[in-house]
């Protein structure tokens, strides 16, 4: 009898088991502002609590989950969220560049870039001339990304584009360089500064 007892407590056991394990895996744990969050905010964390989801849950795919949250720290919150609010995955966006600056693209041909050699992270200038005087418009700024010559991320083949950040007043100098004509774009990496101009 003893060990039909022992028999019985080690299925139950494991059906136990089983049924735990299947409600772990039929839920997904996702993001809720844990108090409200103002749009333009740092997202971090402890901004949100994790609720359990019914995996099967039609709008699964457009919430915030758990392993989404923690590759998203530090991403910008793109729209007020109230306390208690499920946090939605569009809702936290990449910043388009670090410490609050901004993206701009430089479309340039190679031989006006460093012949092609500039690359993310890298440090550049921007020359522009005018009524045949040179002067920088931009000096000792980062590079976020640079075209894919093969033509794969910046549109035709042949395309080259360097994007920078900038704060809004180098934005503005910029535009006002490209559309007076060409510049010259020069990799400035480990240069020392150049005088009288600024650059984050």
């Known amino acids: 009898m003893s060990h039909i ?33 103002a749009q333009g905010t740092v997202f971090n964390l402890e901004d949100a609590r994790f609720v359990p989801v019914a995996a099967d849950f039609a709008g699964i795919d457009s919430l915030l989950t758990q392993s989404e949250a923690s590759s998203s720290e530090g991403w910008i919150v793109d729209r007020p969220i109230s306390e208690g609010s499920v946090i939605d995955a ?29 690359r993310s992270g890298d440090r550049v200038d921007v020359i522009a001339v005018s009524d045949g005087r040179a002067s920088y418009v931009i000096s000792d700024v980062g590079v976020i990304a640079v075209a894919d010559l093969n033509g794969d991320a910046f549109g035709a083949i042949g395309d080259y584009y360097v994007v920078v950040a900038v704060d809004a007043e180098q934005a503005l100098a910029l535009a006002e360089a490209m559309a007076s004509g060409a510049v010259e774009l020069v990799r400035s990496t480990g240069a020392p500064p150049v005088g009288n101009s600024n650059g984050p």
């Open 5 to 37: 007892l022992i028999g019985l407590a080690a299925i139950l056991a494991f059906v136990l088991n089983l049924v735990v394990l299947q409600d772990q895996s039929s839920t997904v744990l996702v993001a809720v502002a844990d108090g409200p969050i």
């Open 90 to 118: 569009a809702a936290v966006v990449e910043p388009g560049a670090p410490s609050g600056l901004r993206s701009m693209s430089i479309p340039v041909n190679l031989e006006h870039a460093a012949g092609g050699a500039v």
